[in-house]
């Protein structure tokens, strides 16, 4: 179900203004798979006209609610370290739809040797989005952050319709966590089509910290509200870490280092890398905006850019950058290897090669390594 009331309500208006179609009913966006815990996952998807939609799984029907074109159904009572099947449902007029089943795997309690991929900048070209999307699936990560700027303006429905098909390879099996970009415009359709967690900002999304396996994350909003982040984060950062967590890591859009044609953000250096840099901070920073890859170090923490997903490349060297390591102008994401002690991070092109990479250890910056 839509978390909270005001949220209920623009999405309401939101859909009375969009077209209905006599096509037959069909689940034409998602299903996307988020917010997944040892107990529970968050499950998104929209039809093409207002339906009643539920979740099927393992037999129980689930969060049956509409009519509406966006479902969102939390489903809970789950099992740590299990395989799930499911499948979504949507019913109108007479008509019926149905997608999958689609594997749904929790983690284990104790998750602690595993890797995820992140990638950013989406934008404009679903070809090559499909391209780095093929070579993610190829690193068979647990799960997938993105850095923003999913699609070139948040507000114009179609564009949705280019981005959920070329994530449906992996959004419907594994969980997927968005970050705003300016691209975005702080659409709601980017609240509504997408399985968010909960926390704090508009719609109580617009940024929110998780944890999966021994990791936890921050996922920020560079476009606005910095100094309310910034308390924010000070307080989250503070607090004891959660039970079994051995790595942080920051998600946000602007990167505060860049040699590309955005250059540096001074506001960010100024607001957040002394926290992401402190006692309790991060091990490492994605981001995106700068359509190029490169890794820059500073205080002992690597802040990664990778607007690489797709959207038109940009050339590195534009803008003076004294902390950068590598930057190349390639389509791509990185893979985050994790064990208790290391980590190891490597760039890889939608061609499926390694371009770069960096090892880090709980105690210090270890061995740098470029290919």
Known sequence: ????????????ALL??????????KIDMGPTLGDLKTGSAFITWHTNKPSVAWVEIEGHRIG???????????VRGLSARTTYWYTVKASADGESASIGPHRLRTPA????????????????????????????????PRLILHTGDLVADGDVLEQWYHFFPAIGAFARNLPFYGCLGNHEHNSLLYYTLLPLPRGGGDY?????????????????????????????????????????????????????????????????????????????????????????????LHGGVSYITLGTGG??????????????????????FCRVDVTPRQLTLTFINEESQPLDQVTVTNDVQASLTQE
Not at 64 to 74: A, D, L
Not at 312 to 328: C, D
């Open 64 to 74: 049956e609610g509409g009519p509406t074109q966006t479902h969102r159904v939390r």
């Open 16 to 25: 009375a203004a969009m077209p209905v179609f006599a096509a037959p009913l």
């Open 204 to 296: 109580q999304s617009e940024w929110y910290t998780f944890t999966f396996g021994n990791c936890q994350f921050f996922v920020l909003d560079s476009c606005r509200r910095i100094a309310e982040q910034t308390e924010w984060l000070r307080a989250q950062l503070q607090q004891p870490r959660p039970e079994g967590v051995d790595w942080r890591f920051a998600v946000f859009h602007h990167p505060p280092f860049s040699s590309g044609p955005h250059g540096a953000n001074q506001t960010l250096q100024e607001q957040w890398c002394p926290l992401l840099e402190g006692d309790n901070g991060v091990a490492a920073v994605f981001l995106g905006h700068d359509h190029l890859y490169e890794r820059s």
């Open 311 to 332: 959207a038109p490349l940009y050339q590195p060297g534009v803008n003076p950058n004294p902390y950068s390591q590598l930057a190349i102008s390639s389509l791509g």
């Open 1 to 12: 179900m839509i978390r909270g009331k005001h949220l209920v309500l623009a999405a309401l």
């Open 109 to 140: 309690k104790s998750l602690t040797q595993w890797s995820f991929a992140v990638y950013g900048d989406t934008r404009s070209r679903p070809s090559k989005h499909r391209q780095v999307v093929a070579a993610m699936l190829g690193a068979s």
